[in-house]
């Protein structure tokens, strides 16, 4: 786990220095919509809706983009496109397995756009099940530390339905069913944690560890599928040491 959780330091550090702003709003206004349209528009009694919302005001997106998006998707404003949850399977170089999560309105435009950066560097496209069945869809909920020990926020957050938590470092990750993110993020805030973020991603069962120069080729593999304004996620199960993930920031 902690590979995955280093690589999603590393990802998160890239993408606030990366000029990739606009995407990033555009793909947070999709997320919103879709949640609004899934289970409505009451961040209230729509945990997703609220989620969405929250990483949408972090990531500094206006907060009229934000009211439009849950209007459109609720349905009380026009507009709204027919978003398309579709997955993607591959194999990036080094054969690490990757999942690529698209939210679209032309399905046709996604699998060319996603074909595409996988041919141009080192990745090829795998048959549905190929690759996902080394992953479980899991709940993550980040917490700062503060004067917290390991075992203060799990005390915390097991009535909750957290598998456990893991030391980041800085942080502290609590993690969970999907379906428990909402309650395990309510107990965090009840027992006065600063939670910094939340989301459920796929993590694998088995990885593989990478060098320098290997993550570097999934890096920009992965750099070339989220340009592709349909891509959402991408997950892999690449493995990187401390040293690695060091280097990489270094750079």
Known sequence: ????????????????????????????????????????????????????????????????????????????????????????????????????????????????EVRTAMTKNGGNMAESGAVSYM???TGVVIVDKGDNSEDDVLMAVLEAGAEEVNDLGEKFEVVCAPTDMAEVRKACEEAGLNVDDSDSEFRASVEV??????????????????????????FTNMDLSDEVAAALEAE
Not at 209 to 234: C, H, M, T, W, Y
């Open 1 to 112: 786990m902690a590979g995955h959780s280093k690589w999603a330091t590393t990802k998160h550090k890239k993408a606030a220095n990366d000029a990739k702003r606009g995407k990033e709003f555009a793909k947070l206004i999709k997320n919103i919509e879709v949640a609004a349209r899934t289970g409505g528009g009451d961040p209230a009694s729509n945990p997703t809706l609220d989620d969405m919302i929250r990483k949408a005001k972090k990531a500094s997106v206006p907060n009229d983009n934000i009211e439009r998006a849950r209007k459109r998707g609720s349905g009380e404003e026009a507009g709204g496109a027919d978003w398309e949850a579709i997955m993607y399977e591959g194999y990036g170089p080094n054969g690490v397995a990757m999942l690529i999560e698209c939210l679209t309105d032309n399905r046709n435009r996604a699998a060319t």
């Open 135 to 137: 992953f479980t869809r």
């Open 209 to 234: 560890p990478l060098g320098v120069e290997d993550a570097k080729k999934i890096f920009r593999l992965i750099d070339a599928l989220e340009d592709s304004d349909d891509v959402q996620n991408v």
